[in-house]
């Protein structure tokens, strides 16, 4: 009978290859963890950054709402305007910081947060849209009824806000979370109680006379050279190779006025003669002036001339000081 000879270097080899094979599985898992863990702590660590800048945004846009509703009744219209357009700007940019990708560690506070953020962002400029509608003349039912749910949606922001916060509680493995503090947009002890009543924030909005629109533009003219004495009661400019005359265009309302329209009438007294000339502002900010030059009139000396500026707007509240007019003549040559 013939056996088959032993061989124990196979059975040797089989079990060398296993374990090699089963090192290399460690190793790759080991490595794979390793990887998983780096991954995640930067992403943790890439949330928390993201979310530090959007707190601290969102704070300034809470405490500048805070003291923009105080104001009501002692600010002008486009200040309020302004200051509401800041704090839904600053909300809105806090809300675009926290787009990042986050770690399962960190799932819970990226949840809180984000929530907290977009109610926030949404609610602020729902406040923004409805006291400038407000201001614009809009229904005071509307109004109330359209605030309260837009404080609703901040104070749904700031319980999500505390979520995140209790999130925090329990340490996150090499990352410092204690430079988060409180952000609260509905002050719940607030100086004035009635700060965030929708019911008194319209009926101040409503009764303030500031912050009403105001549409209302002035004209006023100024000869060059100035008249130095008259004839007759009637103006007496200088002789001149050129005769220019400049509107000063002032806004008196509390809104910007947008495409100015002044128009300059020349009339020749003594030959019925006329020329029109228009031009037009692009915008004049509330409280302020802007000035249109129509340079080289075609007046004669010794002629007798009147020239009226009037300017228009869309709505003007009070048309009575749209015109501006005066008589006058230039010397004849010395």
């Known amino acids: 009978m013939t056996y088959r000879s032993y061989r124990p270097d196979r059975r040797f080899r089989r079990r060398r290859w296993l374990l090699i094979i089963l090192t290399l599985i460690a190793v790759v898992a080991s490595v794979a963890y390793l990887v998983t863990r780096q991954t995640e702590q930067r992403g943790a660590v890439g949330f928390f950054a ?9 704070a300034t846009a809470a405490a500048e709402l805070e003291s923009a509703l105080a104001s009501i009744g002692d600010t002008s219209r486009q200040d309020l305007i302004n200051r509401l357009a800041r704090i839904t700007k600053t909300a809105a940019e806090a809300n675009v910081l926290l787009d990042v990708e986050v770690s399962p560690t960190v799932a ?47 104070r749904a922001g700031d319980a999500a806000y505390v979520l995140f916060m209790q999130s925090l509680e329990k340490p996150i493995e090499d990352i410092d979370t204690s430079m988060f503090v409180s952000v609260v947009y509905i002050n719940p002890n607030p100086t004035n109680p009635e700060l965030y009543n929708p019911i008194s924030v319209v009926l101040n909005v409503s009764t303030s006379y500031e912050l009403a629109a105001h549409r209302n533009v002035a004209v ?113 040559e010395s």
Not at 50 to 58: R, Y
Not at 122 to 137: F, H, I, P, S, T
Not at 323 to 332: A, L, V
């Open 108 to 154: 819970a506070s990226y949840g809180s947060l984000s929530t907290a953020s977009l109610s926030w962002s949404k609610g602020v400029a729902e406040v923004e849209r409805v006291l400038v509608a407000l201001m614009d003349g809009g229904s005071a039912n509307t109004a109330t009824r359209e605030l309260s749910a837009a404080f609703d949606e901040l």
């Open 220 to 332: 006023t003219g100024q000869l060059d050279p100035e008249p130095v004495s008259d004839r007759g009661g009637i103006p007496l400019i200088p002789f001149s190779d050129m005769v220019n005359l400049t509107a000063v265009v002032t806004n008196t309302g509390n809104e910007v006025a947008s495409s100015v329209v002044v128009k300059l009438d020349l009339l020749n007294a003594d030959t019925d003669e006329s020329i029109s000339i228009t031009e037009t502002i692009a915008e004049i900010a509330g409280g302020s002036s802007s000035s249109v030059s129509f340079p080289d009139l075609d007046v004669a000396p010794d002629g007798l001339y009147q020239v009226k500026l009037t300017v228009t707007i869309d709505d003007d509240n009070r048309p009575e000081d749209n015109s501006w007019d005066m008589k006058f003549i230039q010397s004849g």
């Open 50 to 58: 993201a979310a530090d800048d959007a707190t601290a945004l969102h």
